[in-house]
């Protein structure tokens, strides 16, 4: 699905990197059968780090875009997302966010909601669903961290190295996507035995981090208020924020 909506909306496919973490049912045939940019087959799941690493070494472009695959993608979203970044002078910057069931329909959703918020950023935010980042970054903090066993927290150490440089990033609300959520992480879950609840990434991790209890406490603190604040100040203009959930065939806002 993610890549029938990058063909229905003109993304070419030849500046397309798949990595493929080992997959078992008919995925690579799939796969083979695209006009891709970059096909990498690993042999065995070598997490997340090293596969965005391998597809943003695959074609070293002055913007690399990391995303899941469990996301629709909209017109322009390449497009609107370099726009912003590149008018706000950003190196990193994520689209937003719808996340949930696909109950409505997200291109017309897609033509209102960039209307209303094409010039709405919410700087100090990202995400690692879909990032696009700029050549620069690399050389200033460096590649993700390609250790297996991290299982997705990558993307937190990463972050936290951009936070480490004073690199600004942001969300921004002209280009938006549709993610389904946490689908892969899910079958991992099922795969060791886990319930939903537990946490997929092992509970060590932190340590990588190198802060004491209360810094990683503060700063977590410090993200949510932030996150309240501008959510508020985006309900109040426009009636909605750059980051949506459906529940109950509802928006919620957050």
Not at 65 to 91: F, G
Request: include cysteine; charged fraction near 20%; charge should be neutral.
């Amino acid at each position: 699905m993610c890549v029938e909506s990058m063909l229905k909306h003109g993304t070419p496919l030849d500046r397309l990197v798949v990595v493929d973490n080992c997959s078992t049912d008919g995925t690579r045939d799939y796969l083979s059968s695209l006009p891709l940019g970059g096909r990498i087959f690993n042999s065995e799941n070598l997490g997340c780090g090293t596969a965005w690493n391998q597809g943003a070494l695959a074609l070293q472009s002055e913007w690399s875009i990391i995303m899941n695959n469990d996301v629709l993608v909209s017109p322009m979203w390449i497009e609107n997302l370099i726009h912003a970044a590149e008018s706000n002078h950003l190196k990193v910057i994520s689209p937003a966010l719808i996340e949930g069931p696909l109950d409505y329909d997200f291109d017309s959703f897609n033509l209102k909601a960039v209307a209303e918020m094409k010039d709405v950023n919410r700087f100090g935010s990202k995400h690692a669903v879909c990032i696009a980042i700029h050549r620069s970054v690399w050389m200033d903090v460096g590649y993700f961290q390609p250790i297996p066993k991290l299982l997705g927290y990558e993307d937190t150490l990463f972050f936290n190295e951009l936070k480490k440089s004073n690199i600004q990033t942001a969300i921004t609300g002209a280009s938006w996507l549709h993610h389904f959520g946490s689908i892969t992480q899910t079958a991992m879950k099922q795969e060791r035995g886990l319930s939903e609840k537990d946490g997929l990434a092992n509970r060590y991790n932190y340590k990588l981090l190198n802060q004491s209890w209360l810094e990683r406490k503060w700063a977590k603190y410090q993200t949510k208020q932030h996150q309240l604040q501008a959510s508020k100040a985006e309900l109040a203009a426009h009636g909605m924020s750059v980051h949506g959930l459906r529940k109950n065939n509802q928006f919620v806002w957050i």
